[in-house]
């Protein structure tokens, strides 16, 4: 719906000021799309003639097209698979090649459906830098869809909740961590392997040796109390201090009941607020 490939079938629905289904081509030449299991390339052609036949379907100045392909080139490194026809690309390479396809026009938005499905970790490594860096360089605003939640942690700022339809949070994802990440991991390496480990406000979930993993609750401990009471009883080597994963929030919140509340927790704010 957001594309412009479907009719919503209740509501309104805009982007960028623009109805997608109404002012369709106006939509498309401002926008930019990639499903992960689809592609907008030639099957049989060359990858680099599907670039020029997309110069010429969105009427793309040809120095500015070539400045932006050899850019996208550089950062994606499309040289070693440019002139090869599409349909013998692998995943990855198919991928980027996509990507190209769909920035080479300079979209506004680009939309992202499962962007990194399938791929291996170094592929999707050099998907996520490259997105990060088309949102910080060229403004382009990134939506995706994902079932990778590394994905989230890694490119979003913000993230949409939807549960049965209904938006449950929209917001900053720093904030959704300190609302519902309430429980933070002190992990710990100490300088001798004691008997015996423990320390007022936090729970000792796991150790091996001499390392030990202490949970606490940011609500009422301080990473810095803890490590402080932690060095006043043992000898420290090492530490660090882990968030809760982004997975582990989430499923916390459809599985433990948490969506009831913060649905309550949205309307008190909006009453306070009024």
């Known amino acids: 719906m957001l594309t412009g490939i479907l009719v919503p079938s209740s509501g309104r629905l805009v982007v960028d000021g623009r109805i997608p289904y109404r002012q369709r081509v106006e939509h498309v030449r401002r926008i930019g799309v990639v499903f992960g299991q689809r592609t907008q390339l030639w099957w049989d052609l ?30 994606l490194d499309l040289t070693p698979f440019i ?6 690309l692998s995943l990855g390479q198919r ?48 939506i995706l869809t994902t079932h990778d939640l590394e994905d989230i942690s ?48 936090a729970e000792l979930v796991r150790r091996e040796g001499p390392r030990a993993w202490l949970r606490f609750d940011r609500e ?13 009883r043992y000898r420290i080597r090492d530490l660090t201090v882990e968030e809760p994963e982004i997975e582990t929030i989430l499923r916390d919140i459809y599985q433990a009941g948490s969506v009831g509340e ?8 909006a009453k306070t607020n009024l």
Do not use: M
């Open 220 to 232: 009422t401990t301080t990473a810095a109390a803890l490590i402080a009471d932690v060095a006043s």
């Open 83 to 88: 002139e090869t026809p599409v349909r013998q």
């Open 95 to 142: 991928l980027r090649a996509d990507l190209t396809a769909a920035l080479l026009h300079e979209p506004a938005i680009l939309f992202l459906d499962e962007p990194t499905i399938g791929l291996d970790v170094v592929a999707k490594e050099r998907i996520r830098q490259f997105l990060t860096h088309i949102n910080r360089e060229r403004g382009v605003t990134v």
């Open 262 to 269: 913060l649905n309550r927790q949205d309307a008190k704010d």
């Open 46 to 75: 060359p990858t680099i003639e599907s670039f020029e036949l997309l110069r010429h379907i969105y009427r793309i100045p040809e120095p500015r097209w070539r400045e932006n392909l050899a850019r996208f080139t550089e950062l």
């Open 154 to 201: 890694r490119l979003c700022s913000r993230v949409i909740l939807i549960d049965h339809g209904n938006v449950i949070y929209d917001g900053a994802l720093e904030a959704l961590r300190t609302r519902f990440g309430q429980q933070r991991t002190l992990v710990v390496d100490l300088d001798q392997d004691p008997q015996d480990i423990g320390v007022p406000n």
